[in-house]
C-alpha cells in the first residue's frame, strides 16, 4: 500500500491491520466522521473510531454534560448512543461511503453484552476493527470499572477476542494504581492492540451555586491538561508489553504525535483536538509526512520508541 | 450544508456598553450561505486556555461579505474577545445549526431578550425581504437604553416597528417583554420567534400554548464542537430523550421540548 503524502512512508500496522498513517480519531469526539466531512479529506485519516455503542439505545446523561477546566474539559455524556441495530443498519451504511479504516468502540454493562454486540459487529462489512472500552462500571460487580480491575479486564477481552473476526484493540482506563498490570492482562487475554488512555475522573464546581459543573458531578477530563499523563503511561505500556500501544490523550499538533511515538506509540488517536480544530487529525498527518520528508527518516516507525534516555 | 473553517478579519468593533461588543468579520464564505438563527463557532484566544470555542448567533449579514455578532461578556472567552482589535483575524467555523423556518403567510412576532436579540436581527431583514407585504411585529427589551437603543435603530432601519421594554425603564416598557408581548393585539395564526433567557423562553412557550400560537425558540446550552461529534450540547425533549441544540437545533419547535412547568 503505497502512502499518499507525498510519496513519504507513513505506514504503520496494528496487527493483522496495516494503516497508510498512525493518525487516527478518538471515540466519542469525531462522532460518524460524516460530522468532518466539510472540514477534513477523511480518506487521509490512518482510521476513525466511531463514538462508542452499546446493545440498546442509551439517552445518555442529563445536562450539563460537558464543562471546560484548564486547558481541558469535563464531559460526562453517559455513552448516549443510537444502540448496535441502528449502527449497523443507518451509521455503518454511511460509514462504508468514507473509504478509511473504521474502528467500531464498544462498551457493555455486563459481560454478556460485550459478548452480544461483538457478536453482532462480527462480519458486518466495512469494519476493520473493533475498541473495546473497559472504562464502564459492571453491572454485576458492582459497578466496578472493567477496566480497573486485572481479572475483569481479562475476561472482557477475551469475550470480545473470541466473538470478533477483526482484530481488537483495548482502551486503557488511566484511573487505576497501575496501568502496566491491566495491560499485561489484556495482552494475555487476546488483545491485538491497546489504546491509551481513556479520560481521567475528575470534579469541577461552580463556587457561586455551590453546585457541580455537571449533572453527573463527576466527568472524564480530556484536552492537553492530560497529556503528560497519557505521554507517561503509554511509556510505561510500551516497555509492559509487545502488543502495539495506541496512544490518546491531549494530542494537538505533528509535535504531540512524535512525542507520543518516542515514548512507544505505534499510532496515535486525536480526541478533543477536533473540536477546537476540526482539521487536527488532516494537519498532522501532513505534519508527519513533512517531518519524515526534512528529517530524511527512512519511515514514521523510526520514530516507535525512540526516546533518548538521559 | 456548507460549513467553512475560516481565519476571519474583523473589519469593525461597536461598544454598546461597557459590556456588550459588536464585531463585524470579513468573511464572504460564511456570509454567503448563512441563514437566520444559525450560529459560529470562534476561538477567543491562540492557546490552549480558554480551549474550546465559543458559540455566537449571527447576527446580520451584508452584501454577502460581512456578518457580525453581538455579545456580552460573561467569563473569560468573551473578555479576551472584547480586547480584539480591528485588522485582527479570529477562527470562525460556521455557519452551523439549523434556522428559523419562516411562513410569510402567517402574522410573525420576534421576541428577544439581551444577547438573544442578536439573531432576531437577521430574522427581521430576511423577514422584511422575503415577506414585503408582512413586516413582523417586533419586541425586544434589555437592562437598558443604552444596551437596546442601537439595536432598535436597527430594527427601525430596516423599516420595523419595534416595542421595547427595558429592566429599569430608560426606554419603552419598565419591565419585561412578555408584559409586552401579552398587550399586542395578535392574529390566530401567529407564529413567535423567541430567543433570549431560559426564563422569557419558557414563559412565551406557555403563553404561546395557551394561545394556539406557533413558536419557535433559539437554544442556549455549553457546546464543545458545535457540529454534533460532542454530544455535550444536549436540551430535553418530550419522551425522556434529548435533542442537540447545535445539529438539531438550536432552532426547535417550542413545542418538541421539555419546559418546566412554571
Ligand atoms: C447557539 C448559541 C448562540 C449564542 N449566541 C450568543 C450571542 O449571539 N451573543 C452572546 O453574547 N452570547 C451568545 N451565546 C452564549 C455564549 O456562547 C456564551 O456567553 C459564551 O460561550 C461564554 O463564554 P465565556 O468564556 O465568556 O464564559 P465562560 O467562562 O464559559 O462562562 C461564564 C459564565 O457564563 C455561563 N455561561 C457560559 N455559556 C453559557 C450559555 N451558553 N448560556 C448561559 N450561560 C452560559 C457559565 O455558566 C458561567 O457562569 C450563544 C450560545 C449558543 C449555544
Ligand atoms: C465528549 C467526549 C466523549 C467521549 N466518548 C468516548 C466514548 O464513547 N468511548 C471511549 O472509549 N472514549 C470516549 N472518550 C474519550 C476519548 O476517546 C479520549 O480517550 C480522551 O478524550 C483523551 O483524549 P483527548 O485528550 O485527545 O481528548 C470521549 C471523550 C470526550 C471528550
Ligand atoms: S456542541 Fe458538540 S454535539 Fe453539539
Known amino acids: 500500500m503505497a502512502s499518499e503524502v507525498n510519496g513519504v512512508d507513513l505506514r504503520v500496522s496494528i496487527g493483522s491491520l496495516k494503516l497508510k498513517n498512525p493518525v487516527m480519531t478518538a471515540s466519542g469526539t469525531f462522532g460518524y466522521a460524516r460530522e468532518f466531512e466539510p472540514y477534513v479529506n477523511l480518506h487521509r485519516l490512518g482510521a476513525v473510531v466511531v463514538k462508542g455503542i452499546s446493545l440498546e439505545p442509551r439517552f445518555g446523561n442529563p445536562p450539563p454534560r460537558i464543562v471546560e477546566t484548564s486547558c481541558g474539559m469535563l464531559n460526562a455524556i453517559g455513552l448516549e448512543n443510537v444502540g448496535v441495530e441502528r449502527f449497523i443498519s443507518e451509521k455503518m451504511e454511511t460509514l462504508r461511503q468514507v473509504n478509511v479504516p473504521v474502528f467500531v468502540n464498544i462498551l457493555g454493562d455486563t459481560l454478556d453484552e460485550y459478548r452480544e454486540i461483538a457478536s453482532r459487529l462480527a462480519g458486518v462489512e466495512g469494519i476493520a476493527g473493533i475498541e473495546v472500552n473497559i472504562s464502564c462500571p459492571n453491572v454485576k460487580k458492582g459497578g466496578v470499572a472493567f477496566g480497573t480491575d486485572p481479572e475483569m479486564a481479562a475476561v472482557v477481552t477475551k469475550a470480545v477476542k473470541e466473538n470478533s473476526t477483526v482484530p481488537i484493540m483495548v482502551k486503557l482506563s488511566p484511573n487505576v494504581t497501575d496501568i502496566t498490570v491491566i495491560a499485561r492482562a489484556v495482552e494475555d487475554a487476546g488483545a491485538d492492540a491497546v489504546s491509551l488512555i481513556n479520560t481521567l475522573i475528575g470534579l469541577a464546581i461552580d463556587h457561586r451555586s455551590r453546585k457541580p459543573a455537571l449533572a453527573n458531578v463527576i466527568g472524564g477530563l480530556s484536552g492537553p491538561a492530560i497529556k503528560p499523563v497519557a505521554l507517561r503511561m503509554v511509556y510505561q505500556v510500551a516497555q509492559a508489553v509487545s502488543l502495539p500501544v495506541i496512544g490518546v490523550g491531549g494530542i494537538e499538533t505533528t509535535e504531540d504525535v512524535l512525542e507520543f511515538m518516542l515514548a512507544g506509540a505505534t499510532a496515535v488517536q486525536i480526541g478533543t483536538a477536533n473540536f477546537v480544530n476540526p482539521r487536527a487529525s488532516e494537519e498532522a498527518v501532513e505534519g508527519l509526512a513533512h517531518y519524515v520528508a526534512t528529517e530524511r527518516l527512512g519511515s514514521i516507525r523510526e520514530m516507535i520508541g525512540g526516546l533518548v534516555l538521559p | ?262
Not at chain 2, 461579505?65 to 467555523?93: A, N, W, Y
Not at chain 2, 419595534?162 to 393585539?185: E, F, I, R
Request: aromatic share 6%; glycine share 10%.
Open chain 2, 1 to 262: 450544508m456548507p460549513q467553512f473553517q475560516k481565519k476571519t478579519q474583523i473589519i469593525r468593533i461597536e461598544r454598546f456598553a461597557s459590556d456588550i461588543v459588536r464585531l463585524t468579520l470579513d468573511s464572504p464564505d460564511i456570509a454567503s450561505v448563512a441563514r437566520p438563527g444559525q450560529f459560529v463557532m470562534i476561538r477567543t484566544g491562540n492557546g490552549k486556555d480558554p480551549l474550546l470555542r465559543r458559540p455566537f448567533s449571527i447576527s446580520q449579514t451584508s452584501n454577502q461579505k460581512h456578518f457580525q455578532i453581538l455579545f456580552k461578556v460573561v467569563g473569560r472567552g468573551t473578555l479576551l474577545l472584547s480586547h480584539c482589535r480591528e485588522g485582527e483575524f479570529l477562527s470562525v467555523l460556521g455557519p452551523l445549526g439549523s434556522g428559523f423556518t419562516v411562513d410569510c403567510q402567517r402574522m410573525n412576532c420576534l421576541v428577544g431578550g439581551g444577547m438573544g436579540i442578536a439573531p432576531l436581527l437577521f430574522l427581521g431583514k430576511t423577514l422584511s425581504r422575503t415577506c414585503p407585504e408582512n413586516s413582523p411585529l417586533v419586541v425586544v427589551g434589555s437592562r437598558t437604553k443604552e444596551e437596546l437603543e442601537p439595536l432598535v435603530n436597527d430594527f427601525n432601519e430596516i423599516g420595523l416597528t419595534v416595542h421595547p421594554a427595558t429592566d429599569d425603564g430608560s426606554l419603552g416598557h419598565h419591565g419585561l417583554v412578555t408584559d409586552v408581548l401579552k398587550k399586542l393585539d395578535l392574529r390566530g395564526d401567529s407564529e413567535i420567534f423567541v430567543c433570549g433567557p431560559h426564563p422569557m423562553m419558557a414563559a412565551v412557550h406557555f403563553f404561546c400554548e395557551e394561545r394556539g400560537y406557533a413558536c419557535q425558540v433559539s437554544m442556549e446550552t455549553s457546546m464543545a464542537c458545535g457540529m454534533g461529534a460532542c454530544l455535550g450540547c444536549i436540551v430535553p425533549v418530550k419522551n425522556g430523550a434529548y435533542a442537540h441544540a447545535c445539529s438539531d437545533g438550536p432552532v426547535f419547535d417550542s413545542k418538541e421540548l421539555l419546559w418546566q412547568v412554571r
